[in-house]
């Protein structure tokens, strides 16, 4: 089995790195491609796509895995591994970055502290790029900054047939607004123009602690403050269980800012004022200590499960049952700020007031239905307040998904878009086919 022009490796079942290869950070997938495709170029990409079509395979593209449905891992298929793809070239005079379609996020981070800069990216550093850019891109920069695909200058895309095309805002800009939040069953992106920005280095968090039974007092004087909140600054709310009150349930209000920490730290004064804490902590580190800090509590291995959800506000009954579920780890964050202003894309939900997430992570298969059924059920709990879903964050095999992470009229574009640039539907290891 071989594929004509292609430079890269090709691993198949029985080669050595044939598990690590077809492994995704969820560790609940697990299927077999017939054979898996690590690109070192674009022409590579090109080859395999030829090569999986002609062949008639399913065809999924990886970049980070990090899928909670482990969408590019294709039972029996071809998987196009775009990991080698993963220089990250930084210019500080023009503040842009050239980012191949395989890296991930912790590179293009390194690449632009050196200078002071950065991007939106999520925070979790093993996450790829492309991955979290074409569903839209949230982190701790975008109420300062907005989505990292609000960010993204232009696009190196393969599409179905093989055509290599820059995508831009003048360049087939109807593909432009598509990859902006659209995910990525129009192509195969091998490469992205990012804009940055001078954020420093500095980073700041604080939270204040609250037994659950006065954390609803807390969580309302915390919705009291998104008013006045500085665009540095995501305010984060939290229920779980953190070993210095003993493993119980708490909850906790807090924010997390980039740049002076002087300035970050004046907000504090507004936080403590709010309900009864019973403990507080206050951080400074660096930007990229903050980025990686959630890594191994997010590592691969684990068996995986999220649902979220979008608000538009936050009335006193979602707090209640935000709070509700204090067996289950839960977050609520701000939106806003320049995630509102952005310009008009593939991604909805702009207008959400804060974005819900509640997820976990095991070792025992025993324990997946239990698991999942808790997740579902907090969830639920907050389901009458929503407004929709953030595409990222799916993590149900079900049709009906998609119509929670788009608006109709951008899902009806968006299903006309995959018409013109994949017809023949190549890429449907993607939430948006067959909804």
């Known amino acids: 089995m071989t594929i004509s022009a292609f430079e890269g490796v090709l691993i198949r079942p029985g080669d050595e790195g044939y598990d690590a290869g077809r492994a995704v950070w969820n560790a609940m997938v697990d299927r077999r491609p017939v054979l898996i495709a690590r690109c070192a170029s674009t022409a590579d990409v090109v080859a395999a796509l030829r090569y999986g079509r002609e062949a008639g395979l399913e065809i999924g593209v990886r970049c980070g895995g990090h899928s909670f449905l482990g969408l590019p891992v294709v ?57 979290l850019t074409l569903g839209g891109g949230i982190g701790w920069l975008a109420r300062a900054y907005g989505l990292s695909c609000d960010n993204v200058a232009s696009y190196e895309l393969v599409t179905a047939e093989g055509v290599v095309l820059r995508v831009s805002e003048t360049e087939h800009p109807d593909l432009f607004w598509g990859l902006r939040g659209g995910g990525g069953g129009f192509g195969v992106v091998t490469s992205f123009e990012f804009r940055l920005h001078p954020v420093g280095t500095s980073a700041l968090t604080a939270d204040l602690f609250y037994e659950l039974e006065d954390a609803g007092t807390a969580l309302r004087g915390w919705r009291e403050l998104f008013v006045d909140a500085p665009r540095q600054a995501t305010p984060v709310a939290r229920v779980g269980r953190w070993e210095e009150f003993g493993g119980r349930p708490m909850a906790s209000i807090g924010y997390v800012w980039v740049g002076d920490v002087s300035e970050g730290r004046r907000l504090l004064s507004a936080y403590s004022t709010v309900g009864k804490p019973v403990g507080q902590r206050v951080r400074e580190l660096s930007y990229l200590d903050l980025q990686t800090e959630s890594d191994d509590a997010e590592g691969h291995a684990l068996r995986r499960y999220c649902k979220g959800h979008y608000l538009r506000s936050l009335p006193d009954a979602a707090i209640d049952a935000f709070l509700a579920e204090g067996n289950n780890s839960g977050r609520m964050t701000l939106n806003g700020g320049a995630i509102l202003d952005g310009a008009d894309s593939a991604f909805s939900h702009r207008d959400a007031l804060v974005e819900f997430t509640t997820g976990a992570g095991w070792t025992d298969p025993a324990e997946d239905e239990d698991r999942i059924a808790a997740a579902r059920r907090y969830a639920a709990g907050l389901e009458p307040y929503t407004s929709g879903t953030y595409v990222n964050t799916i993590a149900d095999e079900d049709a009906t998904a998609v119509h929670r992470a788009y608006s109709p009229d951008k899902l009806a574009r968006l299903r006309a878009l995959k018409h013109t640039y994949d017809p023949e539907n190549v890429f449907r290891r993607t939430p948006l086919t067959g909804s």
């Open 75 to 131: 039972e029996d298929g071809l998987l196009i591994d775009l990991s080698p793809l993963n220089a990250v070239q930084v210019d500080p005079g023009s503040r842009r970055a050239r980012v191949g379609g395989g890296a991930l996020l912790g590179a293009l981070d390194v690449g632009a502290q050196r200078y002071g800069l950065a991007v939106t990216a999520g925070n979790v550093s093993h996450t790829g790029v492309g991955g």
